[in-house]
């Protein structure tokens, strides 16, 4: 069973806008992490935030974590044509396993 | 060259045929991973291998398994492939002390 739950599932927005998307979970976890997939392509690894964590940030990327709430978000400011793909959540409860969520499509219109 | 290679990347087969996928790494790492994923869902783990001697059962692991050939190599069987594993499968490694899992390309496999 998948723990993570992305939301929206779809997102279109304008080249240059910022795009949000929030990935809910269920257990308790080590960390976070967000993956990108383009069009049926491998995965490739975005940013990683770990239990105790609340903010990181790479490049136009930034994440959020909500222990609390169980939570993250992940903005990317300032959107290129290139950020079309789905993302990934993926929380790793334990020391090995990563449990996916169904992931969010995002399209960049120019 | 990419650090993470699949083959084939596209296979068409029948039901009840056996099928290998194989998984080959460059990146060092001890453990790798056999995904697979559906149209519109996320990755599910089928198995995973810590090192060549410790190979685990994943989520959806029956009707598959798996060689772990050296540490670089992976391999993944379906020994009576059945429609409903059409799937894109996935194969990723990760260094133990690391969490970050690093992807291949897929592979595209139809069971007509």
């Known amino acids: 069973s998948q723990q993570g739950e992305e939301d929206p599932q779809a997102l279109s927005i304008q080249e240059g806008e910022n795009a949000t998307m929030n990935c809910s979970y269920k257990t308790s976890i080590n960390n976070l992490q967000w993956y990108r997939q383009n069009s049926g392509r491998g995965l490739v690894h975005l940013i990683l935030?770990?239990?105790n964590e609340r903010e990181k940030h790479s490049g136009r990327l930034r994440v959020t974590l909500d222990t609390s709430k169980k939570s993250s978000s992940l903005l990317i400011t300032a959107s290129r044509a290139a950020d079309t793909a789905s993302y990934f959540c993926a929380t790793q409860p334990s020391n090995y396993q990563l449990i996916w969520g169904a992931g969010t499509k995002l399209i960049i219109k120019p | 060259d990419a650090d993470v290679t699949q083959t084939p990347r596209n296979r068409i087969t029948k039901t009840g045929k056996r099928i290998m996928l194989e998984c080959s790494q460059t990146?060092?790492?001890?453990?790798m991973y056999w995904y697979r994923q559906d149209p519109g869902l996320g990755l599910r783990l089928i198995y995973y291998s810590f090192d060549v001697k410790d190979i685990n059962k994943g989520e959806i692991s029956d009707g598959y398994s798996v060689s772990r050939q050296a540490q670089a190599k992976f391999s993944l069987s379906l020994e009576s492939a059945i429609p409903n594993q059409t799937a894109l499968y996935f194969c990723?490694?990760?260094?133990?002390?690391?969490?970050?899992?690093?992807f291949g390309p897929g592979t595209r496999l139809t069971v007509l």
């Open positions: 990146k060092g790492h001890d453990r």
């Open positions: 990723a490694t990760s260094d133990s002390g690391r969490d970050t899992q690093y």
């Open positions: 935030i770990r239990s």
